[in-house]
């Protein structure tokens, strides 16, 4: 993995840190291999996000993890997040509106979205951050046909995270809540990127070669999606 810095009073690009974030998992396992793709290859590194704070760097990778890295101290090793059973394509980071509570979220080839929230601990007299699972999301019994989640994007003004999937489908979960929003088929190919304005327009962009916009109404108004 590349960490770049942009000094912007003289314009150039200094390379700041090469490091081997997600090593190569071996095994000799078929159901592991099997999970994995190129895994027994290499464990690539399909996202990256920085914390709210910017102090923190969230790093996923086929090999299952989700890693926190402290860019306070050369980017060292904080916590190793476990719990998907196939590879992490997607996280984000926000801060929640009216109270500011800290939340993360991870998707993933399993069909689950987890929540994670961050909490303080003191270890050795110094106090720490540790991410602990809030809440997991299963888009089985909601979404048709065969499907993994994609993409994945907070929208912080509306306390909702919205997620895309393989086969089109767009998943909207209320953050305030923990539960699904909304639900609908709304490309025929997958969702390759998704947005969020803070005016509660949700954009999508997907393999079919189309564009979709959806308003989401604020999660404290009475009027639902579904």
Known sequence: ?????LHVNDSRVQLLHRFLAHPPVHSDDAQYKAQFGSI???????TCVYSPCAR???TASEDQCTKIWDTHHEYKLVQTLTG???AVTCIDWTLLRDGGEELFAT???DRTVMIWKPQKKTINKSEELEWTLLHTFDATSNVLG?????????????NILACGTENGYVCIFDM??????????VHRGSIEGLECNKNGLLVTVASDCSIVVIQIP???????LL
């Open 84 to 86: 998907h059973s196939t």
């Open 1 to 5: 993995m590349l960490v770049f810095a």
């Open 40 to 46: 027994h290859k290499a464990a690539d590194v399909w």
């Open 56 to 58: 923190y760097l969230a």
């Open 218 to 224: 604020s999660t404290n108004n009475k009027q639902s």
């Open 176 to 185: 305030n809540k923990m539960q699904p929003l909304y639900t609908k088929c």
């Open 107 to 109: 998707c993933a080839d």
């Open 146 to 158: 065969w499907f993994t989640f994609t993409y994945l994007r907070f929208q912080r003004d509306a």
